[in-house]
């Protein structure tokens, strides 16, 4: 019998990527999408969803299930991004960030336990990213949701180890994918004390994921960790140095791993 996967955030990027890898291993795979219509000619199912709307996602849930009868794998990988001074960056654009990439998650776990408790059974895979193991410039409001849902991932597999139910993270570093186009940027303004340094790590940015890798690697990943009977609490993919940083935030003084960034950023 073929696992029944769905994957937020289903329709481009990481997320197709890993939608088509697993539909290609013999697994039946939904996607979501705010607006399916526009993906008539996915290789896999898309369907309707919104992250942010509890109506939203147990009306996305129940889809599945009326299809497929169950959920066996749900991969949180819906996500956008936010770059700016938090200073600078307006208040409504902070929560609307938390909004999807931290609450949208913790409202899909929550809505989707009571089913996989019931058959007793069931894999919950958030993909967060490895910028949430440190605070970086400019990106802090991005940071602080993947590293909150590192976090929560820790303490949801302490309540839910009695009901057969595994959970785990997938962290990971930059891939070439389409997050700059929706990401969220502060503007740099003229008058800005931090125009010059937000700019040049700006840039910075997204040259990094412009020359990222193929989130295919990300898509075997996800794969491995499906088929793998107690997977653990956390993944990381990316490029070695990217990987490594988070070993030397683990085992140097934090001032020093701290010049580091500011060398590595030119702050």
Same mark, same amino acid.
């Given at each position: 019998?073929?696992?029944?996967?769905?994957?937020?955030?289903?329709?481009?990027g990481?997320?197709?990527?890993?939608? #088509?890898?697993?539909? *290609?291993?013999?697994?039946?795979?939904?996607?979501?999408?705010?607006?399916?219509?526009?993906?008539?000619?996915?290789?896999?199912?898309?369907i309707?969803?919104?992250?942010?709307?509890?109506?939203?996602?147990?009306?996305?849930?129940?889809?599945?299930?009326?299809?497929?009868?169950?959920?066996?794998?749900?991969?949180?990988?819906?996500?956008?991004?936010?770059?700016?001074?938090?200073?600078?960056i307006?208040? #409504?654009?902070?929560k609307?960030?938390?909004?999807?990439?931290?609450?949208?998650?913790?409202? @899909?776990?929550k809505?989707?336990?009571?089913?996989m408790?019931?058959?007793?059974?069931?894999l919950?895979?958030n993909?967060?990213?490895?910028?949430?193991?440190?605070?970086?410039?400019?990106r802090g409001?991005?940071?602080?949701?993947?590293?909150?849902l590192?976090l929560?991932?820790?303490?949801?597999?302490?309540?839910?180890?009695?009901?057969?139910? *595994?959970?785990?993270?997938?962290?990971?570093?930059?891939?070439a994918?389409n997050?700059?186009?929706?990401?969220?940027?502060a503007?740099v303004k003229?008058?800005?004390?931090?125009k010059?340094?937000?700019?040049? @790590?700006?840039?910075?940015i997204?040259?990094?994921?412009?020359?990222?890798n193929?989130p295919i690697?990300?898509?075997?990943?996800?794969?491995k960790v499906?088929?793998?009977?107690?997977?653990?609490?956390?993944?990381k993919?990316?490029?070695?140095m *990217?990987?490594?940083?988070?070993?030397?935030k683990?085992?140097?003084?934090d001032?020093?791993?701290?010049?580091?960034?500011i060398?590595?950023y030119?702050?």
């Amino acid at each position: 019998m073929s696992k029944v996967v769905l994957i937020t955030g289903g329709s481009s990027g990481i997320g197709k990527s890993i939608g #088509e890898y697993l539909t *290609q291993k013999g697994m039946t795979v939904f996607g979501t999408s705010r607006n399916p219509q526009n993906y008539s000619g996915s290789k896999f199912s898309i369907i309707a969803l919104d992250v942010t709307k509890n109506d939203s996602i147990l009306s996305c849930i129940q889809t599945v299930l009326d299809a497929e009868g169950r959920i066996d794998v749900v991969i949180n990988n819906a996500g956008v991004g936010i770059t700016g001074p938090i200073e600078e960056i307006p208040d #409504e654009e902070i929560k609307r960030n938390f909004e999807t990439n931290f609450f949208g998650p913790i409202n @899909v776990i929550k809505a989707v336990l009571p089913h996989m408790r019931q058959q007793n059974s069931g894999l919950i895979i958030n993909i967060t990213s490895i910028a949430g193991y440190m605070g970086l410039p400019y990106r802090g409001i991005y940071t602080a949701c993947k590293g909150a849902l590192e976090l929560i991932t820790e303490t949801f597999r302490l309540e839910i180890k009695d009901f057969n139910i *595994q959970m785990t993270n997938i962290a990971p570093g930059d891939f070439a994918t389409n997050i700059a186009a929706g990401r969220f940027h502060a503007p740099v303004k003229e008058d800005s004390p931090y125009k010059e340094k937000y700019r040049s @790590v700006l840039k910075a940015i997204d040259e990094d994921v412009n020359k990222g890798n193929n989130p295919i690697a990300i898509a075997k990943m996800v794969y491995k960790v499906i088929e793998t009977r107690r997977p653990k609490i956390h993944y990381k993919v990316g490029a070695f140095m *990217q990987k490594f940083s988070i070993v030397l935030k683990r085992i140097l003084p934090d001032k020093v791993f701290e010049k580091m960034l500011i060398n590595h950023y030119k702050l």
